[in-house]
């Protein structure tokens, strides 16, 4: 998939959006939702999207809906750090499948890192639904969900 296209409604964070897909929940609000990622780069790896703009990638998304879905990534990057008192964070975005992007719904990264624990770009093993469980209670009682 190259940087330029249509948007595919059947993809699936537009499946999740439509509740039609599960995911590990954090945060909803009417344009942004954020969720655990299933194939997590590191412990507490998260998604953030926009949940009105129908956007495969920062060319895409209207400057508002951008804006909201930055906001949230800031507020849940810190909640993570404070939980998770990770050494380092990323927060990421790809935009076409050589910068690495496998979902054409545009999304932000967020990416906890621990000291010793290496840069994995793509997580070779679908996390643990348990941990993923326990994990969303955690991160939800910081956010006061
Ligand atoms: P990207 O490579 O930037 O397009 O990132 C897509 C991310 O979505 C990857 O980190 C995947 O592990 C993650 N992912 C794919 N399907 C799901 C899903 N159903 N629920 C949560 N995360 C997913």
């Known amino acids: 998939m190259s940087l330029h296209g249509d948007y595919d409604p059947q993809n699936i964070f ?4 439509r ?5 590990y929940k954090l945060y909803e609000d009417d344009d942004v939702l954020a969720f655990l990622d299933l194939f997590p ?26 804006c909201k879905l930055m906001r949230v990534t800031q507020r849940l990057t810190q909640a993570l750090v404070d939980e998770l ?4 964070v990323q927060v990421a975005q790809f935009n076409g499948a050589p910068a690495g992007q496998t979902v054409f719904h545009i999304h932000m990264h967020i990416v906890p890192r621990f ?8 997580a070779s093993s679908k ?12 991160l939800l009682q910081r956010l006061g969900g």
């Open 14 to 17: 537009a499946q999740i959006i």
């Open 115 to 122: 000291a010793g624990q290496g840069l994995a770009v793509h």
């Open 41 to 66: 780069q590191s412990h507490g790896h998260t998604l953030v999207i926009p949940k009105r703009a129908a956007a495969r990638t920062i060319l895409d998304i209207d400057a508002d809906s951008l």
């Open 127 to 138: 996390a643990d639904p348990l941990e993923l469980e326990k994990l969303q209670a955690r």
């Open 19 to 23: 509740g039609e897909a599960p995911c």
């Open 85 to 88: 008192q990770p050494e380092g």
